[in-house]
């Protein structure tokens, strides 16, 4: 509350006022070179003085403030002065030779020494800006340093001023005005109007002298505006100034008349006819011709023509010509027709008038008439067609019209026109020039037309117009003639083609072509002739489905084939082809083609067989071999094969690979025999042990089934025992091969020198014959003595396996 107090005792309403001058710069410079003309500026010699006032909250700077407490100034004065007179004149004079200033017009002795007499004036200040904001700021003045009371002067180095709230936006209007006086007249001829202004905002304290800138910135802006303005006047004023001092023009006139481009050139105006005049003009003086005018009178109503053309400057011997052109009406009479020239220069320098004559003719009527016609429907001019006389479909047909003109005058610029013609058919040449006619003469002009391929109908009507290019006659005359219609006839035929040879039915699985043969029956040529095929599921096209023909002429033919292949999996009875043929103009022809097929599929079984010592069983702990074919029964050959082998006992286990590829295997024919290694456990439980087996195949289902393997209970181990002698016989010493004469034999006999049957194998049996030939006989020549071996077991047993 103490706070509050303190600072409503240093609330102050304090009015500042400072008189500056702001800074004016004024960037503009004069873009022609200085004028020649002399100026009598009046302008006030006493500086221009302003005064702004802004209220807000500003610091108080002569007051002892206290404890940084907040003060207030309700009212920012700002006063300026600004010497306009050194401003302006100074740059005004730029523009010219010569520019004189006073303070008063009475103390020009003689206005006519002075082109023209300029007059400055100026409006009022105006300056805007948000009063509300500005009165809710308030100004913090902060202390450096402390002391029970601070004397501040100017701005003291130890002291900040804070302002706290929003910007305070300011806006300051100038304006300026320049009037011009002409020396002679006394009267006041133009007035130049220039504007500036300046917008800001600041967050900064709003003191004393703070509008300067503001204020400065928009006069510069004003002072530019004006001056530019200025120039841009003065630069017209001083043209025309150095037209009057200028040396005078001497032109001349000259007038010829021409109808070249009429209907007749014959040096006469002729009614309806459009002519000209040709207006030359020269200059032969030492002085330009300034705005110069041409003005025509004419005594006859019925011929229109410009009355007024500016010509423009003209300089010495400058010479320009003019065209004027005359249009006459169709109710011009014989006789003449009389124009009067008149050439007038802008200070007056004119020409001498000159009038010319013109002799006219009234109208002579043509009476045009279409006499007849004839049509050509062969092959010379615009005629495209058989020749026959009869306009036919994709003819097109010549029209020759015979145009008399049984009038009195020429029928001039004639045309004649094709209209009107029955709907669908279209004009080749809807139009001929065909030029003047003489009276009683007759000319001839063609017109030609298409007729559609599809075109039907039984007749064709069309009309014709002839007349004269002035629009004062023209006939019509409508002719019909008879129309046959002639039109393609598509029919096809088709062969189904399996390498080459004909066939009545198809198989799945299978590559074929379809060749399309398509007939035109009809009267005229098929154009554009495209072919589509659109099989039904599981057929698949080699190549595009749509085949084009191009044109068939009339009782021709044109075959093409396109290549097709059944999927192995096609399940349908019969093939089923969609034809469409279609050619330009008229409707296409669609059908379907049906061809009965052969369905075909693989039939897959197969066989399994154990390889065992055991035969078709295997003892527990034993090894074998489960040996698998695969047929193919049916009459499809079955692609990617595959043979998937899984045991459901884990005491029964396949060695190596268990899927094994086999691939293709014709109808009725055998797969190569596979070959899987089996082994059993000892713990293996006696009975049927099942392997899994699956057949599969790319695109037909699969084969499922189980091979059982019979598991028998494992026998006792039975021991064979073989003997190198027999009772009290000598072992012998094989001493070139550093063996006992048993051993080397028994060693040769298991690698295989005791097969006998070459099976693979060495039973006791073969073994026991081996030994007792080989051993005895070499005994006997080594030593001369008897050995014997001799064996005790199964004569079956296998002794060794070699392969």
């Given at each position: ?712 209970e494992e026998g006792a181990a039975v021991v064979d025992v073989f003997t190198s002698s027999a009772g009290k016989q000598i072992s012998s010493w094989y001493r070139e091969k550093q063996h006992g004469l048993f051993t080397y034999y028994f060693l040769q006999g298991i690698r295989g020198k005791a097969d006998a049957n070459n099976d693979g194998k060495v039973t006791v049996k073969e073994m026991d014959a081996y030994l007792g030939k080989n051993v005895s006989e070499q005994a006997r020549v080594l030593h001369n003595r008897e050995q014997t071996p001799e064996v005790a077991g199964d004569k079956d047993a296998v002794v060794?396996?070699?392969?």
């Amino acid at each position: 509350m103490a706070n509050v107090k303190r600072f409503l005792m240093v609330f102050l309403i304090l009015l500042a006022s400072c008189s500056t001058t702001p800074h004016v710069s004024i960037n503009y410079t004069p873009s022609v070179k200085k004028l020649d003309m002399k100026i009598a500026l009046i302008i006030s010699e006493e500086p221009y003085v302003y005064e702004t006032v802004i209220k807000t909250s500003c610091y108080a700077s002569e007051k002892i403030m206290k404890d940084g407490v907040k003060g207030i100034i309700l009212q920012a004065t700002s006063l300026g002065t600004v010497a306009i007179e050194e401003l302006f004149g100074k740059k005004l004079s730029g523009l010219f030779n010569k520019i004189d200033t006073y303070r008063d017009l009475s103390e020009i002795k003689n206005e006519e020494d002075y082109d023209y007499i300029l007059f400055f004036g100026s409006k009022p200040i105006v300056l805007s800006y948000n009063e509300g904001e500005a009165m809710r700021r308030r100004i913090n003045m902060v202390p450096e340093r402390i002391g029970p009371f601070f004397v501040s002067r100017g701005t003291p180095n130890n002291l900040s001023l804070i302002p706290e709230g929003g910007p305070i936006e300011t806006y300051v209007s100038v304006g300026y005005q320049l009037q011009v006086r002409d020396s002679k007249s006394k009267t006041v001829i133009g007035t130049s109007f220039g504007e500036g202004s300046s917008v800001t905002e600041t967050t900064q304290p709003y003191c004393n002298g703070s509008a300067y800138a503001h204020v400065g910135e928009a006069m510069s802006n004003a002072f530019k505006d004006l001056l530019e303005k200025a120039e841009q006047e003065f630069i017209s004023l001083a043209a025309a100034k150095s037209e009057e001092r200028a040396l005078p023009s001497d032109l001349s006139l000259s007038i010829r008349f021409s109808d070249t481009a009429g209907f007749f050139p014959n040096n006469t105006l002729d009614a309806g006819e459009d002519a000209e005049i040709i207006a030359t003009i020269k200059n032969s003086g030492k002085g330009a011709g300034y705005g110069t005018n041409l003005d025509i009178a004419s005594d006859n109503s019925r011929i229109k023509l410009d009355k007024a053309v500016t010509i423009g400057d003209i300089q010495p011997d400058e010479t320009k010509e003019i065209r004027i052109i005359l249009k006459t009406g169709f109710d011009l009479e014989d006789g003449k027709a009389s124009f009067t020239f008149g050439l007038k220069e802008k200070r007056g320098y004119d020409a001498k008038k000159v009038v010319m004559n013109v002799p006219t003719a009234r109208l002579q009527k043509p009476a045009l008439i279409i006499v007849s016609t004839e049509i050509n429907d062969g092959d010379t001019g615009l005629a495209k067609g058989n020749g026959n006389g009869i306009p036919e479909s994709g003819e097109t047909i010549e029209i020759t019209a015979f145009i008399k003109n049984q009038g009195e005058g020429k029928a001039l610029g004639v045309n004649l026109i094709g209209k009107d013609i029955t709907s669908g058919i279209l004009w080749e040449r809807d139009s001929t020039a065909v030029g003047t006619i003489q009276p009683g003469e007759i000319s001839k002009a063609k017109v030609a037309f298409s007729i559609p391929r599809n075109f039907d109908a039984k007749d064709i009507t069309a009309g014709l117009k002839v007349g004269d290019m002035r629009g004062i006659n023209d006939a019509e005359k409508k002719i019909s003639v008879a129309y046959a219609k002639r039109s393609p006839s598509l029919q096809y035929a088709y062969r189904i083609l399996s390498k080459g040879t004909a066939v009545t039915g198809l198989a799945n699985g299978e590559e074929y072509e379809i060749e399309l043969t398509v007939d035109n029956k009809g009267k005229s040529a098929a154009r554009g002739v495209n072919v589509s095929v659109s099989p039904a599921g599981q057929i698949n096209l080699s190549g595009y489905s749509s085949i084009s023909f191009g044109d068939i002429k009339e009782n021709e033919s044109a075959s093409r084939r396109i290549a097709f292949s059944l999927s192995r999996i096609f399940s349908a009875s019969e093939a089923e082809f969609k034809i469409e043929i279609a050619q330009s103009d008229f409707p296409a022809v669609k059908d379907a083609v049906r061809m009965p097929v052969n369905i075909r599929s693989p039939k897959l079984t197969y066989t399994a067989s154990l390889q065992g010592k055991s035969g078709s069983a295997l003892e527990q702990g034993e090894s074998a071999v489960v040996e698998i074919i695969v047929s193919n029964q049916g009459n499809l050959s079955a692609e990617g094969v595959n043979i998937k082998v899984a045991s459901k006992d884990e005491n029964l286990r396949i060695a190596g690979q268990t899927e094994i590829a086999i691939g293709k295997i014709p109808g009725n024919a055998k797969s190569e025999t596979v070959k899987l290694p089996v082994s059993t456990l000892r713990r293996i439980k006696p009975g049927d042990a099942l392997l899994d087996v699956s057949i599969t195949q790319d695109d037909f289902p699969s084969l499922s089934s189980q091979y059982a393997i019979n598991i028998k209970e494992e026998g006792a181990a039975v021991v064979d025992v073989f003997t190198s002698s027999a009772g009290k016989q000598i072992s012998s010493w094989y001493r070139e091969k550093q063996h006992g004469l048993f051993t080397y034999y028994f060693l040769q006999g298991i690698r295989g020198k005791a097969d006998a049957n070459n099976d693979g194998k060495v039973t006791v049996k073969e073994m026991d014959a081996y030994l007792g030939k080989n051993v005895s006989e070499q005994a006997r020549v080594l030593h001369n003595r008897e050995q014997t071996p001799e064996v005790a077991g199964d004569k079956d047993a296998v002794v060794a396996r070699y392969k």
